[in-house]
């Protein structure tokens, strides 16, 4: 399952998985079902409309997986929203709302598959983090969002918090570091630079 799956890297890692015959569940805020229906490969496609930001959301859009699949073997959590505003804008409605999309759905998406990942003995989560935290100075609730999401962090935050029940029934946590991605070049997932 992929997250912010509709367009950009989502869709790049949906392309992927797709092509090595993964069963692929495109979750995006905006309609997938186009995106999905370009995919090729062997397994199964399904594209899901999800607000990320909403656990009501989340939860059914895990159950639609659990009922239609039995677990989720592969969960990349891509979906993130960038929003233009330095301290000076930044408002507690959309510091919430972007905390919520790029670093709460990671917890929620993961509490909802890792219960069939420890069951199967074999998971992967993915968190798609961004390597401008770094070398920008403004886009406030996106840089701290986002950075924990880091490669360069998040592999030991989640390693750590994953260990005591993920590391023993070899669930993997891991994380990318965004690139521009376009449906229609070359892509990260794809190898491409």
Request: charged fraction near 20%; aromatic fraction near 8%; proline fraction near 3%.
């Amino acid at each position: 399952m992929v997250t912010g799956a509709a367009r950009g890297i989502g869709y790049a890692y949906c392309r992927r998985l797709a092509a090595d015959g993964a069963n692929v569940v495109a979750v995006d805020v905006d309609d997938p079902a186009g995106a999905v229906g370009e995919l090729t490969g062997g397994g199964d496609r399904l594209g899901l409309v999800c607000d990320v930001s909403e656990p009501s959301q989340v939860d059914a859009v895990a159950g639609t997986v659990l009922d239609r699949y039995g677990r989720c073997d592969i969960l990349v959590n891509n979906a993130g929203i960038f929003p233009f505003a330095d301290l000076d804008h930044m408002t507690i409605d959309l510091w919430r709302k972007v905390q919520a999309v790029n670093v709460e759905a990671i917890l929620l998406f993961a509490r909802a598959f890792a219960p069939g990942m420890r069951a199967a003995g074999w998971g992967r989560i993915v968190n798609t983090g961004s390597g401008i935290t770094t070398t920008q100075n403004r886009d406030l609730a996106y840089m701290t969002s986002k950075g924990s999401s880091r490669p360069s962090q998040a592999p030991a935050a989640w390693a750590a918090a994953f260990a005591a029940r993920g590391r023993a029934s070899a669930i993997r946590v891991s994380a990318s570091s965004s690139w521009a991605a376009d449906r229609n070049h070359a892509s990260y997932a794809d190898g491409g630079r």
